[in-house]
């Protein structure tokens, strides 16, 4: 048959041809339709032979997966975040399938942790920081008892109803490094994960500055007691800031040196941390072994007491009026290392299980002691004392109830001379004194030990996590000028450049010198970034989008409710 027939036959209109995937070429050479038993193509509208031979060929599961991967594992088709990215040839190396290119990248051990060790502990670090030591005796004497234990509940509802939304976020998908970041970013795109990203890495900062800052306080407080009021420059401000400085730089260089260090020098500084608090608990049923230590007003557990400090008595401090909200504000940093673990996501073995585990059991283990600890205070503590031994005891004996003894009054404190505007002020009790847990403790030096273990293990994960957010939100260039901090070194991709910059900013608030200040400003940062991360879950939940199938859905039920 000749091309020019074959381009006028004309098919009968209930005609079929069945074919498979395409055409078989005859024995004189012309094409065929290649006819199979299972498939049927409907030819009605077929009007030649050439308007078939036309068409667009039937698809071929060879041509969408390789099918060598049936036999050896590493056909994997890669995801949309690698074609966008250009982020295969990473995979592979991360993963092995390209044996050349992980064996070039090969440089060191890589160090990955489980939920106890990269998680719980390392959260539990972070929320047992300086507020712990340096601030919860002064909220009671502030906001009493009851308001104190409430503040303590409305801060931890808001970590809790955070970490419900993160885990559901952290269980949407596969995890890798970025922390909080990269699940809301993949989860829900950039523009989620942009703000929040950068709202953390932030955050973080400003936290390093803040634990250091009460590491100097700490320490400026032990030389002043245990060394005769030794200083460098004037014991304030000043000496705060050179103190910090130091410390900030041995931060630096700890983290720099690797997760694996980082990890063993955090593991001591837990028992340390474990060890002064249950010294403290052991202290407060010890009661007062001295006159001097019943002078500075701990007088041991009394539930009269106990009752007279459970009501506010707000005054003003360094010059600055305090409220409810001003106390919690000061307060809030204590309870906001919940992400310490999420951000080093990247050096977790199974992300996915273990955010949601450790960091729920850290927050509520550090909840008990939070709602203890001020009770413990209140019953057993005073607002103000002189100090004065013998006016102590020449009244212990005339006075019918301990607090009649004028020792614990602000007019026994006038020979000290210290007032704030005019208003003569003692130099202890919960009022006036940040050392009233070391007061309190059966051995005081323990106590200074733990807080100094405190600070410096939270600022170690701050300053840890945020340059690994930081370096996460810079591969995806979704700001300009920041693509040079995606860099890292080392098996592990430390975040060299990252490290710098999160220095730059936690010296900057070094140089405040102010811890209450510091720290008001770092709660306004935590709680717009916790927003940001309960918004996410809510509007995921709220538009049904495909993409979102959480493995712990409590967070995002929890967060749709809330809203």
Partial sequence: ????????????????????????????????????????????????????????????????????????????????????????????RRTGADPEAAAANVRGKVIKFGWL??????CLLNIWGVMLFLRVSWMVGQAGVVSAIAIVIMANLVTIITTLSMSAVATNGRIQAGGVYYMISRSLG?????????????????????YIIGFCNSLLDLMKY???????????????????????????????????WVTRVQMGLLFLLIGAQVDFVVGVFMGPL?????????????????????????????????????????????????VAGANLSGDLKDPASA??????????????????????????????????????????????????????????CSKIGKTDNGVELCEFGTQNSFQVMELMSAWGPLIYAGCFAATLSSAIASLVGAPRVLQALAKDKLYPGIYGFSKGSGANNDPVRGYILVFVISLACIMIGDLNVVSTLLSNFFLA??????????????????GWRPGFKVGWLFSTLII
């Avoid at 060790?117 to 390392?122: D, F, K, P």
């Avoid at 041991?300 to 909200?325: A, I, M, V």
Wanted: glycine share 10%; hydrophobic share 40%; aromatic share 10%.
């Fill in 290 to 338: 001295t006159d001097e230590a019943a002078s500075q007003g701990f007088v041991g557990l009394n539930s009269e007491l106990l009752t007279r400090n459970t009501g506010p008595d707000y005054r003003p401090f360094e010059g600055k009026e305090q409220g409810f909200f001003t106390i919690f504000g000061v307060f809030f940093p204590a309870v906001t290392g919940i």
């Fill in 226 to 260: 245990y060394f005769n009021n030794a200083q460098i420059f004037d014991g304030g401000i000043n000496d705060t800031r050179l103190i910090g400085t130091i410390t900030l730089i041995a931060v630096l260089g700890l983290a720099i040196v690797g997760m694996d």
């Fill in 355 to 412: 955010i949601p585990k450790g960091t729920l059991g850290a927050i509520f283990t550090t909840l008990v002691t939070y709602i203890i600890y001020p009770i413990l205070i209140g019953a057993s503590m005073m607002p103000d004392a002189s100090g004065d031994v013998d006016l102590y005891r020449a009244n212990m004996n005339i006075t019918a109830n301990f607090w009649e003894n004028p020792v614990f009054t602000n007019e026994s």
């Fill in 529 to 546: 970034s916790y927003s940001l991360i309960n918004f996410s879950c809510f509007h995921a939940s709220l538009i049904k989008s495909p």
């Fill in 190 to 210: 950039p523009e989620f994960g942009g703000s929040i990203g950068l709202m953390f890495t932030v955050a973080n900062a400003i936290a390093a500055a803040t």
């Fill in 1 to 92: 048959m000749s091309s020019e027939e074959a381009d006028t036959i004309e098919l009968d209109s209930s005609s079929h041809i069945q074919v498979g995937a395409g055409l078989d070429a005859g024995d004189d050479g012309h094409l065929s339709p290649t006819t199979h038993s299972n498939s049927v193509y409907e030819t009605r509208y077929q009007k030649s032979l050439r308007h078939y031979l036309t068409r667009e060929a039937l698809p071929k599961e060879s041509h969408y997966r390789n099918l060598n991967s049936i036999v050896d594992g590493s056909g994997v088709r890669p995801t949309l975040d690698d074609l966008h990215n250009n982020t295969l040839r990473e995979e592979q």
């Fill in 117 to 122: 060790e990269g998680v719980y502990m390392r």
